[in-house]
Protein backbone atom coordinates (compact mmCIF):
# COMPACT_ATOMS: atom_id res chain seq x y z
CA UNK A 1 0.00 0.00 0.00
CA UNK A 2 1.60 3.84 -0.91
CA UNK A 3 0.68 6.20 1.57
CA UNK A 4 0.45 10.37 -0.33
CA UNK A 5 3.11 12.43 0.65
CA UNK A 6 1.95 15.01 2.49
CA UNK A 7 3.96 18.17 2.61
CA UNK A 8 4.76 19.06 6.49
CA UNK A 9 4.95 22.46 7.73
CA UNK A 10 8.23 23.63 8.56
CA UNK A 11 9.07 24.21 11.63
CA UNK A 12 8.51 27.84 13.88
CA UNK A 13 11.87 29.39 14.14
CA UNK A 14 11.85 30.75 17.95
CA UNK A 15 14.03 33.80 19.71
CA UNK A 16 16.11 30.95 20.99
CA UNK A 17 16.75 29.33 17.98
CA UNK A 18 17.55 32.24 15.75
CA UNK A 19 19.93 33.34 19.13
CA UNK A 20 21.68 29.83 18.67
CA UNK A 21 22.41 30.57 15.52
CA UNK A 22 23.51 34.21 15.24
CA UNK A 23 25.58 32.63 18.18
CA UNK A 24 27.49 30.12 15.75
CA UNK A 25 27.90 32.25 12.91
CA UNK A 26 27.75 35.89 13.20
CA UNK A 27 31.30 36.54 11.42
CA UNK A 28 31.47 39.66 13.75
CA UNK A 29 31.04 37.40 16.69
CA UNK A 30 33.47 34.85 15.43
CA UNK A 31 36.26 37.96 14.28
CA UNK A 32 36.11 38.71 18.26
CA UNK A 33 36.71 35.00 19.35
CA UNK A 34 40.13 34.97 17.12
CA UNK A 35 41.02 37.82 18.74
CA UNK A 36 40.83 37.00 21.95
CA UNK A 37 43.03 33.35 20.67
CA UNK A 38 45.72 36.25 19.08
CA UNK A 39 45.79 37.12 22.93
CA UNK A 40 46.16 33.63 23.94
CA UNK A 41 49.33 33.57 21.89
CA UNK A 42 50.68 36.56 24.48
CA UNK A 43 51.07 34.28 26.99
CA UNK A 44 52.93 31.71 25.39
CA UNK A 45 55.38 34.46 23.76
CA UNK A 46 55.79 35.94 27.79
CA UNK A 47 56.72 32.07 28.97
CA UNK A 48 59.73 31.75 26.20
CA UNK A 49 61.13 34.07 28.70
CA UNK A 50 61.76 31.65 31.09
CA UNK A 51 63.22 29.47 28.27
CA UNK A 52 66.82 28.83 26.95
CA UNK A 53 68.14 30.10 22.96
CA UNK A 54 69.32 27.84 20.87
CA UNK A 55 72.08 28.56 17.64
CA UNK A 56 73.78 26.88 15.61
CA UNK A 57 76.09 28.51 13.26
CA UNK A 58 78.02 27.41 10.50
CA UNK A 59 80.81 28.71 7.67
CA UNK A 60 83.03 27.27 5.69
CA UNK A 61 86.05 29.24 3.41
CA UNK A 62 89.08 29.14 1.54
CA UNK A 63 92.26 30.71 3.02
CA UNK A 64 95.18 31.40 1.72
CA UNK A 65 98.25 32.06 4.06
CA UNK A 66 102.13 33.62 3.40
CA UNK A 67 104.08 33.87 6.08
CA UNK A 68 106.85 32.94 8.04
CA UNK A 69 107.13 31.16 11.30
CA UNK A 70 109.86 31.63 13.84
CA UNK A 71 110.99 28.71 15.70
CA UNK A 72 113.02 29.73 18.53
CA UNK A 73 116.74 28.23 20.06
CA UNK A 74 116.32 25.94 22.43
CA UNK A 75 118.96 25.54 24.67
CA UNK A 76 120.52 22.07 25.30
CA UNK A 77 118.82 20.93 22.47
CA UNK A 78 120.32 20.77 18.59
CA UNK A 79 118.31 23.74 18.25
CA UNK A 80 120.56 26.08 19.04
CA UNK A 81 119.68 29.15 17.20
CA UNK A 82 116.40 30.34 15.82
CA UNK A 83 115.39 29.47 12.62
CA UNK A 84 112.83 30.98 10.30
CA UNK A 85 110.31 28.91 8.62
CA UNK A 86 108.38 30.30 5.31
CA UNK A 87 104.80 28.67 5.29
CA UNK A 88 102.95 29.45 2.00
CA UNK A 89 99.48 27.59 0.66
CA UNK A 90 95.85 27.40 0.72
CA UNK A 91 93.39 25.45 2.76
CA UNK A 92 89.77 25.34 3.60
CA UNK A 93 88.61 26.72 7.03
CA UNK A 94 85.33 25.38 8.24
CA UNK A 95 83.65 26.22 11.83
CA UNK A 96 80.46 24.41 12.91
CA UNK A 97 79.03 25.60 16.15
CA UNK A 98 76.15 25.66 18.80
CA UNK A 99 75.03 28.11 20.97
CA UNK A 100 73.06 28.84 24.11
CA UNK A 101 71.64 31.04 26.54
CA UNK A 102 69.56 31.26 29.36
CA UNK A 103 68.42 33.92 31.69
CA UNK A 104 68.76 33.60 35.26
CA UNK A 105 67.31 36.74 36.47
CA UNK A 106 66.38 39.74 34.85
CA UNK A 107 64.19 42.26 36.93
CA UNK A 108 61.42 39.82 37.33
CA UNK A 109 60.82 41.09 33.25
CA UNK A 110 59.65 37.72 32.92
CA UNK A 111 57.51 37.21 35.57
CA UNK A 112 55.41 40.48 34.74
CA UNK A 113 55.26 39.81 31.17
CA UNK A 114 54.40 36.70 31.62
CA UNK A 115 51.63 38.09 34.31
CA UNK A 116 50.32 40.97 32.02
CA UNK A 117 50.00 38.29 29.11
CA UNK A 118 47.50 36.60 31.50
CA UNK A 119 45.50 39.97 32.16
CA UNK A 120 45.21 40.86 28.66
CA UNK A 121 43.72 37.54 28.04
CA UNK A 122 41.32 37.90 30.80
CA UNK A 123 40.25 41.56 29.33
CA UNK A 124 39.94 39.67 26.01
CA UNK A 125 37.86 37.46 27.05
CA UNK A 126 36.05 39.88 28.82
CA UNK A 127 35.77 41.87 25.90
CA UNK A 128 34.55 38.79 24.14
CA UNK A 129 31.51 38.54 26.69
CA UNK A 130 30.82 42.26 25.09
CA UNK A 131 30.52 41.44 21.77
CA UNK A 132 28.46 38.42 22.43
CA UNK A 133 25.31 40.74 24.37
CA UNK A 134 25.90 42.86 21.29
CA UNK A 135 25.19 40.44 18.97
CA UNK A 136 22.35 38.61 20.90
CA UNK A 137 20.89 42.11 21.47
CA UNK A 138 21.10 42.75 18.01
CA UNK A 139 20.19 39.23 17.07
CA UNK A 140 16.65 39.86 19.02
CA UNK A 141 15.93 43.36 18.27
CA UNK A 142 16.53 41.77 14.29
CA UNK A 143 13.92 39.03 15.21
CA UNK A 144 11.24 41.00 16.92
CA UNK A 145 11.78 43.89 14.14
CA UNK A 146 10.39 41.41 11.58
CA UNK A 147 8.06 39.73 13.47
CA UNK A 148 6.46 43.63 14.43
CA UNK A 149 7.03 44.40 10.56
CA UNK A 150 5.48 41.35 9.37
CA UNK A 151 2.33 41.65 11.41
CA UNK A 152 2.76 45.79 10.53
CA UNK A 153 2.59 44.62 6.75
CA UNK A 154 -0.87 41.99 7.31
CA UNK A 155 -2.88 45.18 9.01
CA UNK A 156 -2.02 47.33 6.34
CA UNK A 157 -3.25 44.67 3.93
CA UNK A 158 -6.27 44.14 5.86
CA UNK A 159 -6.48 47.59 6.08
CA UNK A 160 -6.94 48.32 2.37
CA UNK A 161 -9.34 45.42 1.97
CA UNK A 162 -11.56 47.53 4.39
CA UNK A 163 -11.47 50.82 3.02
CA UNK A 164 -11.74 49.19 -0.65
CA UNK A 165 -14.93 47.58 0.87
CA UNK A 166 -16.06 50.79 2.28
CA UNK A 167 -15.18 52.80 -1.40
CA UNK A 168 -17.77 49.87 -2.95
CA UNK A 169 -20.42 50.36 -0.34
CA UNK A 170 -19.62 54.51 -0.19
CA UNK A 171 -20.07 54.36 -4.76
CA UNK A 172 -23.13 52.05 -4.13
CA UNK A 173 -24.78 54.22 -1.50
CA UNK A 174 -23.89 57.01 -3.84
CA UNK A 175 -25.64 55.80 -6.88
CA UNK A 176 -28.87 54.85 -4.21
CA UNK A 177 -28.40 58.56 -3.67
CA UNK A 178 -28.04 58.28 0.31
CA UNK A 179 -24.62 59.92 -0.14
CA UNK A 180 -22.95 62.59 -2.03
CA UNK A 181 -19.89 62.91 -4.26
CA UNK A 182 -17.42 64.09 -1.27
CA UNK A 183 -17.70 61.20 0.42
CA UNK A 184 -16.96 58.61 -2.58
CA UNK A 185 -13.88 61.11 -2.71
CA UNK A 186 -13.30 61.28 1.30
CA UNK A 187 -13.37 57.36 0.74
CA UNK A 188 -10.70 57.51 -2.54
CA UNK A 189 -8.31 59.62 -0.29
CA UNK A 190 -8.66 57.26 2.40
CA UNK A 191 -8.26 54.43 0.11
CA UNK A 192 -4.94 55.86 -1.57
CA UNK A 193 -3.95 56.98 2.14
CA UNK A 194 -3.89 53.24 3.48
CA UNK A 195 -2.14 51.85 0.04
CA UNK A 196 0.50 54.01 0.74
CA UNK A 197 1.11 52.65 3.98
CA UNK A 198 0.87 49.01 2.72
CA UNK A 199 3.81 50.12 0.30
CA UNK A 200 5.91 52.05 3.05
CA UNK A 201 5.26 48.85 5.29
CA UNK A 202 6.31 46.47 2.23
CA UNK A 203 9.79 48.13 2.00
CA UNK A 204 10.03 48.31 5.85
CA UNK A 205 9.88 44.79 5.78
CA UNK A 206 12.01 44.17 2.86
CA UNK A 207 14.79 46.28 5.14
CA UNK A 208 14.04 43.92 8.31
CA UNK A 209 14.47 40.87 6.56
CA UNK A 210 17.79 42.09 4.83
CA UNK A 211 19.01 42.94 8.61
CA UNK A 212 17.73 39.68 9.97
CA UNK A 213 19.83 37.62 7.48
CA UNK A 214 23.04 39.74 7.95
CA UNK A 215 22.95 39.68 12.06
CA UNK A 216 21.60 35.82 12.33
CA UNK A 217 22.93 34.18 9.10
CA UNK A 218 19.38 32.93 7.49
CA UNK A 219 16.21 34.12 5.94
CA UNK A 220 13.51 34.67 7.93
CA UNK A 221 10.44 32.42 8.00
CA UNK A 222 7.93 31.34 10.11
CA UNK A 223 8.88 33.17 13.38
CA UNK A 224 7.07 32.41 16.56
CA UNK A 225 6.15 34.59 18.97
CA UNK A 226 8.72 35.44 21.40
CA UNK A 227 8.30 36.14 25.21
CA UNK A 228 10.41 38.57 27.05
CA UNK A 229 12.82 37.31 29.82
CA UNK A 230 12.11 38.81 32.86
CA UNK A 231 12.85 35.97 35.06
CA UNK A 232 16.61 35.90 34.21
CA UNK A 233 16.57 39.64 35.17
CA UNK A 234 16.93 41.55 39.40
CA UNK A 235 13.46 42.34 40.34
CA UNK A 236 14.18 45.98 41.27
CA UNK A 237 16.26 48.83 40.53
CA UNK A 238 18.77 48.71 42.73
CA UNK A 239 19.63 45.77 42.21
CA UNK A 240 19.57 45.82 38.63
CA UNK A 241 22.67 48.62 38.99
CA UNK A 242 24.36 46.35 41.79
CA UNK A 243 24.39 43.41 38.98
CA UNK A 244 25.43 45.27 36.85
CA UNK A 245 28.29 46.95 38.31
CA UNK A 246 29.37 43.38 39.61
CA UNK A 247 28.81 41.24 36.25
CA UNK A 248 28.88 43.96 33.48
CA UNK A 249 31.70 42.71 30.89
CA UNK A 250 32.49 46.07 29.84
CA UNK A 251 33.34 46.90 33.88
CA UNK A 252 35.24 43.81 34.45
CA UNK A 253 37.39 44.12 31.29
CA UNK A 254 37.95 47.82 32.25
CA UNK A 255 39.76 46.04 35.95
CA UNK A 256 41.65 43.84 33.90
CA UNK A 257 42.88 46.99 32.12
CA UNK A 258 44.16 48.44 35.43
CA UNK A 259 46.16 45.36 35.86
CA UNK A 260 47.65 45.12 32.72
CA UNK A 261 48.56 48.86 33.21
CA UNK A 262 50.26 48.33 36.95
CA UNK A 263 52.30 44.91 35.12
CA UNK A 264 53.23 47.33 32.89
CA UNK A 265 55.15 49.66 35.39
CA UNK A 266 56.45 46.77 37.20
CA UNK A 267 58.03 45.55 33.61
CA UNK A 268 59.63 48.92 32.78
CA UNK A 269 61.00 49.36 36.43
CA UNK A 270 63.01 45.40 35.67
CA UNK A 271 65.17 47.36 32.76
CA UNK A 272 67.01 49.63 36.00
CA UNK A 273 67.81 45.86 37.71
CA UNK A 274 70.50 43.88 36.52
CA UNK A 275 70.52 41.16 34.47
CA UNK A 276 72.29 37.68 35.06
CA UNK A 277 72.66 35.29 32.59
CA UNK A 278 74.37 32.43 31.81
CA UNK A 279 75.85 31.19 28.31
CA UNK A 280 77.81 27.98 26.86
CA UNK A 281 79.22 27.35 23.36
CA UNK A 282 80.68 24.24 21.61
CA UNK A 283 82.70 25.21 18.40
CA UNK A 284 84.37 22.52 16.29
CA UNK A 285 87.02 24.65 13.74
CA UNK A 286 88.88 22.60 10.61
CA UNK A 287 92.53 24.44 9.83
CA UNK A 288 91.53 27.38 11.81
CA UNK A 289 95.27 28.48 11.03
CA UNK A 290 97.74 26.48 8.66
CA UNK A 291 99.54 25.33 11.78
CA UNK A 292 96.59 23.71 13.18
CA UNK A 293 94.24 20.90 11.56
CA UNK A 294 91.50 20.63 14.31
CA UNK A 295 90.29 22.64 17.14
CA UNK A 296 87.74 22.08 20.04
CA UNK A 297 86.42 24.48 21.85
CA UNK A 298 83.76 24.65 24.59
CA UNK A 299 83.02 27.61 26.77
CA UNK A 300 80.38 28.45 29.60
CA UNK A 301 80.42 31.49 31.40
CA UNK A 302 77.66 33.86 33.58
CA UNK A 303 76.99 37.51 32.00
CA UNK A 304 75.89 39.88 34.25
CA UNK A 305 74.91 43.18 33.44
CA UNK A 306 74.27 46.14 35.60
CA UNK A 307 72.52 49.27 34.21
CA UNK A 308 73.94 52.47 35.46
CA UNK A 309 72.39 55.51 33.32
CA UNK A 310 71.31 54.63 29.42
CA UNK A 311 69.92 58.39 28.60
CA UNK A 312 67.41 58.84 30.71
CA UNK A 313 64.38 56.86 28.52
CA UNK A 314 63.71 54.04 31.35
CA UNK A 315 62.67 56.68 33.92
CA UNK A 316 60.84 57.85 31.38
CA UNK A 317 58.85 54.82 30.47
CA UNK A 318 58.34 54.42 34.01
CA UNK A 319 56.79 57.78 34.57
CA UNK A 320 54.60 56.89 31.38
CA UNK A 321 53.10 54.01 32.63
CA UNK A 322 52.35 55.60 35.89
CA UNK A 323 50.18 57.67 34.10
CA UNK A 324 48.48 55.30 32.21
CA UNK A 325 47.63 53.61 34.84
CA UNK A 326 45.81 56.42 36.55
CA UNK A 327 44.18 56.79 32.83
CA UNK A 328 42.99 53.57 33.37
CA UNK A 329 42.06 53.58 36.42
CA UNK A 330 39.76 57.00 35.22
CA UNK A 331 38.43 54.83 32.97
CA UNK A 332 36.86 52.28 35.15
CA UNK A 333 34.89 54.92 36.83
CA UNK A 334 33.40 56.09 33.21
CA UNK A 335 32.55 52.90 32.81
CA UNK A 336 31.23 51.92 35.28
CA UNK A 337 29.14 55.59 35.30
CA UNK A 338 27.93 54.51 32.01
CA UNK A 339 26.82 51.05 33.14
CA UNK A 340 24.31 52.52 35.81
CA UNK A 341 22.71 55.12 33.17
CA UNK A 342 22.44 51.73 31.26
CA UNK A 343 20.76 49.93 33.43
CA UNK A 344 18.62 53.30 34.41
CA UNK A 345 17.69 53.14 31.00
CA UNK A 346 17.32 49.86 30.36
CA UNK A 347 14.80 49.69 33.49
CA UNK A 348 13.08 52.49 32.62
CA UNK A 349 12.08 51.35 29.04
CA UNK A 350 10.73 47.75 30.20
CA UNK A 351 8.72 50.00 32.58
CA UNK A 352 7.12 51.76 30.17
CA UNK A 353 6.80 49.29 27.44
CA UNK A 354 4.76 47.27 30.23
CA UNK A 355 2.37 50.38 30.80
CA UNK A 356 2.41 50.94 26.90
CA UNK A 357 1.18 47.19 26.61
CA UNK A 358 -1.86 47.56 28.91
CA UNK A 359 -2.72 50.76 27.32
CA UNK A 360 -2.41 49.07 23.72
CA UNK A 361 -4.71 46.34 24.44
CA UNK A 362 -7.36 48.53 26.16
CA UNK A 363 -7.31 50.79 22.78
CA UNK A 364 -7.68 48.32 20.66
CA UNK A 365 -11.29 47.17 22.67
CA UNK A 366 -11.71 50.55 22.66
CA UNK A 367 -11.05 51.50 18.67
CA UNK A 368 -13.41 48.34 17.98
CA UNK A 369 -16.30 48.99 19.97
CA UNK A 370 -16.36 52.61 18.84
CA UNK A 371 -16.35 51.01 14.99
CA UNK A 372 -19.04 48.94 15.06
CA UNK A 373 -20.91 51.81 17.09
CA UNK A 374 -20.10 54.28 14.27
CA UNK A 375 -21.12 51.92 11.69
CA UNK A 376 -24.06 51.17 13.01
CA UNK A 377 -24.99 54.82 13.38
CA UNK A 378 -24.32 55.65 9.86
CA UNK A 379 -26.92 52.77 8.48
CA UNK A 380 -29.16 54.63 10.93
CA UNK A 381 -27.91 58.04 9.03
CA UNK A 382 -26.58 59.54 12.34
CA UNK A 383 -22.86 59.65 11.11
CA UNK A 384 -20.89 60.40 8.19
CA UNK A 385 -18.38 58.62 5.95
CA UNK A 386 -16.30 60.68 6.98
CA UNK A 387 -16.75 59.10 10.52
CA UNK A 388 -16.88 55.64 9.79
CA UNK A 389 -13.32 56.25 8.08
CA UNK A 390 -11.77 58.27 10.98
CA UNK A 391 -13.15 55.15 13.30
CA UNK A 392 -11.72 52.72 10.84
CA UNK A 393 -7.93 54.49 11.02
CA UNK A 394 -8.36 54.67 15.00
CA UNK A 395 -8.46 50.90 14.78
CA UNK A 396 -5.40 50.44 12.58
CA UNK A 397 -3.48 52.40 14.65
CA UNK A 398 -4.49 51.12 17.94
CA UNK A 399 -3.14 47.59 16.65
CA UNK A 400 -0.28 49.07 15.39
CA UNK A 401 0.36 50.44 18.57
CA UNK A 402 0.13 47.20 20.27
CA UNK A 403 2.24 45.48 17.51
CA UNK A 404 4.80 48.15 18.56
CA UNK A 405 4.41 47.73 22.09
CA UNK A 406 4.61 44.22 22.05
CA UNK A 407 7.97 44.28 20.06
CA UNK A 408 9.10 46.82 22.51
CA UNK A 409 8.37 44.88 25.40
CA UNK A 410 10.25 41.90 24.37
CA UNK A 411 13.78 43.93 23.14
CA UNK A 412 13.65 45.62 26.48
CA UNK A 413 13.52 42.75 28.47
CA UNK A 414 16.91 41.76 26.76
CA UNK A 415 18.36 45.10 26.84
CA UNK A 416 17.88 45.42 30.34
CA UNK A 417 19.48 41.10 30.34
CA UNK A 418 22.30 43.14 28.79
CA UNK A 419 22.75 46.39 30.49
CA UNK A 420 23.19 43.94 33.64
CA UNK A 421 25.92 41.36 32.48
CA UNK A 422 23.70 38.48 32.13
CA UNK A 423 22.44 38.42 28.18
CA UNK A 424 24.72 35.51 27.25
CA UNK A 425 23.74 32.15 25.35
CA UNK A 426 24.64 30.51 28.74
CA UNK A 427 22.65 32.69 31.14
CA UNK A 428 19.92 32.00 27.97
CA UNK A 429 19.84 28.35 27.93
CA UNK A 430 20.77 28.62 24.00
CA UNK A 431 20.46 24.89 22.74
CA UNK A 432 23.63 24.95 20.96
CA UNK A 433 27.05 24.12 22.38
CA UNK A 434 29.06 27.19 24.53
CA UNK A 435 32.38 28.09 23.01
CA UNK A 436 35.02 28.53 25.58
CA UNK A 437 37.88 30.66 25.29
CA UNK A 438 39.72 28.40 28.09
CA UNK A 439 40.29 25.27 25.59
CA UNK A 440 42.54 27.30 22.59
CA UNK A 441 44.31 28.85 25.62
CA UNK A 442 45.73 25.46 27.32
CA UNK A 443 45.96 23.63 24.05
CA UNK A 444 48.78 26.27 23.07
CA UNK A 445 50.52 27.98 26.82
CA UNK A 446 53.08 25.35 27.29
CA UNK A 447 53.89 24.54 23.21
CA UNK A 448 57.30 25.31 22.88
CA UNK A 449 56.96 24.33 19.03
CA UNK A 450 55.11 24.19 16.16
CA UNK A 451 53.34 26.41 13.49
CA UNK A 452 50.29 25.00 13.28
CA UNK A 453 47.31 26.32 15.10
CA UNK A 454 45.38 23.89 16.96
CA UNK A 455 42.16 23.63 14.27
CA UNK A 456 44.82 22.17 11.76
CA UNK A 457 45.73 25.44 9.86
Known sequence: MLGAAVPREAAAETLPSALAKAYQSNPQLNAQRAIVRQNDEGVAQALSGYRPTLSANASVGRQYVNTTQIFPAIPGTALTQSIAVPLTGTNTVSSLGVTGNQTLFN??????????AESQVSQARETLRVM?????LAAATAYMDVSRDTANLEVQQNNVRVLQRTLKDTRNRFDAGQVTSTDVAQSEAQLAAGEASLHAAESTVMTTRANYRRIIGVEP?????????DRLSPSTLNAAVNVGLAENPSVTAALYGVDVAQL???IAEGALWPTLGLQ???????????????????TGQLNLSVPIYQGGAEYSAIRLDKENVGQQRLNVDQVRDQTR???????GQLQAAKAQIEAAIRQNDAAERALTGVR???QAGQRTTLDV?????????????????????VVASYALLSAVGRLSARDLGLPIAIYDPSVHYHQIRDAWIGLRTPDGR
Do not use: M, Y
Open 107 to 116: GQQTANRVRA
Open 341 to 347: ANVVQAW
Open 280 to 298: GSVQQQTFPNILTQSLLTA
Open 376 to 378: NEA
Open 132 to 136: EESVL
Open 221 to 229: ANLAPAAPV
Open 389 to 409: LNAEQALVNARVALIVAQHDR
Open 264 to 266: QVK
